[in-house]
């Protein structure tokens, strides 16, 4: 689309708004809203919106000025994402990239990191094909009652517990160009997963962060909070946004993931992708789990692996691969939690995906062992950091994805998460000594509404 198109839907939709949004460090949705009479003017011009939202807690009470200083980048829209919000009266919405800071470019921001892998990936005759399989919990606004409150998964009755809600959801994530395949019910206390189709290139990270706002609004709309929180509390099973993907040709004609001919479908393509996945794997598990509150979704009871392995179609692997011939093959990434960026998961798996490539890594051997069994489960045996201050020291440890990511970038995560681990040990004690893991009143509080 252009600025003479997205003026024209504007005018013929008789839309009076259009918010400017975009993610933040978090993935969180943050906007100014501008009457549509002035879009033209703000989105040749740019618009001024202060840098510290890059470098600010959830909360907004840390404020790293120190890192990037405390004013306005100049940001701009991308046309292409352009969408009428149906559940708002003339209402739209686009996402704003900040174009300058200082007179250069903002090379740290999430979205931009993004871009700049899959511009690699394609140098290599290669595109992305993608998804993330979001879970979500929803309660209710004023009495924190979950939407549902047993573990039926998937039961017909239990998914039609707000037909209005579930009927709202359905319809307009589809006008907002996600395309929904299913939705059901999940094992946790009103949890729920919607699955929507892939989209070639950054068009799948915008898709995930749309999804999400979305269906927080939506939500909001009925009384209820939707959380995409990787784990809201000790007693329930936490939420994850699984990375689904594939490799094209840069046509997106032939998936470059399968080959017919060989012992198990994989393309020698593939298996450099993959392997270039797990020897990356303990440096971009920070950007995969990147809260306090991510690593609580790791346990025995859980389906994340807690090692950098891979299976054909085994859900307790790192990377699950499914092999569905020539035009549904594709690799799933399970290590990613509700909580995290869409924009850096997509980033991260393309940068570490790319090493694999170019240095022609070879696959390990496909994991076959009991995923049950101690020596699967022991967190001390498998070099997967366990803890975000593991996870930090392993990114920065890494020099393939520092490089991918750069310093600034890795300045202002950084001094994001020590705001957050220096909040949690601060924190009133919990019954465990742990509070990385167990305080799950501080991450209540910090996480569940926003992220």
């Not at 790791?298 to 054909?312: E, F, R």
């Not at 890594?361 to 366990?386: A, H, V, W, Y």
């Not at 440890?397 to 750069?406: H, S, T």
């Not at 000594?433 to 992220?451: A, C, G, H, T």
């Amino acid at each position: 689309m252009s600025l003479e198109s997205v003026t024209s839907t504007i005018e013929e939709e008789e839309i009076e708004f259009v918010r400017f949004e975009f993610s933040d460090f978090y993935g969180i949705s943050r906007c100014k809203i501008i009457p549509a009479r002035h879009f033209v003017d703000k989105a040749s011009n740019g618009i001024g919106i202060p840098i510290c939202h890059l470098t600010c807690s959830i909360d907004c009470v840390d404020f790293q000025t120190e890192t990037m200083g405390d004013g306005d980048a100049i940001w701009f829209p991308d046309f292409n994402t352009f969408r009428i919000l149906p559940w708002y009266r003339k209402t739209a919405s686009i996402l704003l990239e900040p174009k300058y800071y200082k007179g250069e470019l903002l090379s740290c921001y999430p979205r931009y990191i993004a871009r700049r892998q899959l511009e690699r990936l394609e140098k290599l005759g290669v595109s992305l094909l993608a998804a993330h399989e979001h879970e979500f919990h929803v309660v209710d606004q004023k009495t924190q009652k979950p939407l549902t409150s047993d573990m039926s998964l998937r039961s017909t009755v239990r998914t039609y517990t707000d037909p209005n809600l579930l009927d709202q959801l359905m319809t307009n994530l589809y006008k907002v160009g996600i395309d929904v395949e299913n939705c059901e019910t999940e094992t946790g206390h009103g949890q729920m997963e919607i699955t929507y189709k892939p989209a070639f290139g950054i068009q799948a990270a915008d898709n995930a962060h749309v999804f999400k706002t979305s269906v927080k609004e939506i939500a909001q709309q009925h009384g209820y909070i939707a959380s995409f929180m990787s784990k809201p509390s000790a007693d329930h099973i936490g939420s994850s946004a699984h990375f689904c993907h594939s490799l094209w040709d840069k046509d997106g004609k032939n998936n470059l993931l399968y080959d017919v001919n060989a012992p198990n479908k994989l393309s020698e393509l593939g298996g450099y992708w993959m392997a270039g996945i797990l020897k990356h794997s303990p440096a971009i598990t920070m950007l995969m789990a990147p809260t306090v509150n991510c690593y609580k979704r790791y346990g025995k009871q859980s389906y994340v692996s807690l090692a950098s392995n891979w299976g054909i179609d085994k859900r307790y692997c790192l990377l699950r691969l499914k092999i569905n011939g020539a035009k549904g093959t594709y690799v799933e990434d399970r290590s990613s939690g509700g909580g995290s960026n869409p924009y850096l998961t997509l980033a991260a798996i393309v940068a570490a995906g790319i090493d694999g490539i170019e240095k022609k890594m070879p696959l390990q051997k496909e994991e076959t062992e009991n995923p049950f069994s101690p020596t699967n489960r022991n967190p001390t045996q498998n070099g997967l950091p366990c803890t975000l201050s593991e996870a930090i020291e392993a990114f920065k440890a890494d020099d393939v994805i520092m490089e991918a990511f750069g310093d600034e970038f890795f300045k202002i995560f950084n001094s994001l998460k020590a705001y957050e681990i220096r909040a949690v040990k601060s924190a009133p004690a919990s019954a465990k000594d742990d509070f990385e893991r167990d305080n799950f009143q501080w991450d209540q509080e910090m996480f569940f509404k926003y992220l």
